[in-house]
């Protein structure tokens, strides 16, 4: 399925770990519908090696950047910018870790040295890549900007930790920094909020095989998966979405707006 929506987009892709990322299927639909762009992550996970089989497969570079630190911010997007041949259309911020969630402590026993550094990466980091982008000029005009979301920074689900608060703070930067991004450069910014997914990141979280099958017994649609994840982002990358900008959107099968459903009604009627 091809329609040469990014046909001559170019961007930057942060975050594909391993071929259940869901940075790595984006990759491979926007590769398919024409973009072209850099692939980014930590130093750390580029020596795990896979993401060389998805540079190979899409014709990328890859550049490792820490998202937590402007200097390799910087870097980055000067060279992709060079490598590319000229400014960007499209940025995807698909990242995040919870020390905290790593090491087994709960919400009620925090370690804030973790508390900080969990939130500098899964949710400043993407104040940081915006603010890099703007300071040097190198978004173009109506390009987009994404970042991925989960409902718990609206409602509680109690082992999802501090990424819930992480994530709230992200959709607020979504907001504000869109506003900016639009007024001066005519650029979107949205999150993402999708559905559980089995990832190294989503299976990280506790208690997470039972969380899905929950999620998808309610929603009317079932789960997101990845792809359908990367599908719609290739649209908010697409030219078919130029007025969609400081929105937090549900991409969940309607899990949000569900209050309950027949298979739940029934379980709990044994
Ligand atoms: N999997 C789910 O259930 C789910 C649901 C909703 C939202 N999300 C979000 O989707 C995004 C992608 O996660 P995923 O599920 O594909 O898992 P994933 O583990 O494949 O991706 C997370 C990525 O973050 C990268 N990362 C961690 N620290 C970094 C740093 N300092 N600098 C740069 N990159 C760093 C990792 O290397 C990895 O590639 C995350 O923001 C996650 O919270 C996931």
């Not at 930057?12 to 973009?35: C, Y």
């Not at 959107?249 to 209050?259: A, I, R």
Request: aromatic fraction near 10%; charge should be negative.
């Amino acid at each position: 399925m091809s329609h040469q929506l990014l046909q001559g987009k170019r961007g930057i892709i942060f975050g594909a770990l391993d071929p259940n990322s869901i940075a790595w299927k984006t990759a491979m639909r926007v590769h398919e519908e024409g973009g072209v762009f850099v692939l980014t992550n930590a130093p750390i996970a580029m020596r795990m090696g896979q993401i060389n089989d998805l540079a190979a497969a899409t014709q990328s570079t890859i550049i490792h950047c820490d998202a937590t630190s402007e200097e390799d911010l910087h870097q980055l997007v000067t060279q992709a910018v060079e490598i590319l041949g000229g400014k960007l259309d499209f940025v995807l911020h698909s990242i995040g870790m919870s020390v905290n969630v790593r090491k087994g402590k709960a919400y009620t026993d925090e370690n804030y040295d973790f508390t900080a550094k969990g939130w500098d990466v899964s949710a400043l980091s993407f104040h940081k890549v915006m603010q890099t982008l703007y300071k040097q000029d190198a978004m173009n005009e109506w390009g987009s900007i994404v970042a991925l979301t989960y409902m718990a920074a609206q409602r509680t689900f109690p082992d999802y930790n501090d990424m819930a608060d992480n994530k709230a703070y992200l959709e607020s930067v979504a907001r504000s920094f869109g506003y900016f991004f639009g007024k001066e450069k005519k650029v979107r910014v949205n999150t993402i909020s999708q559905s559980p997914t089995p990832t190294t990141a989503g299976q990280g979280v506790k208690g997470f095989d039972g969380f899905i099958s929950y999620a998808e017994k309610m929603s009317p649609l079932g789960n997101a998966t990845a792809l359908d994840c990367a599908n719609y982002t290739v649209s908010l990358f697409s030219d078919l979405t130029r007025k969609v900008t400081m929105q937090n959107l549900f991409h969940d099968g309607g899990f949000s707006n569900t209050g309950v459903s027949q298979e739940v009604i029934e379980y709990f009627s044994k």
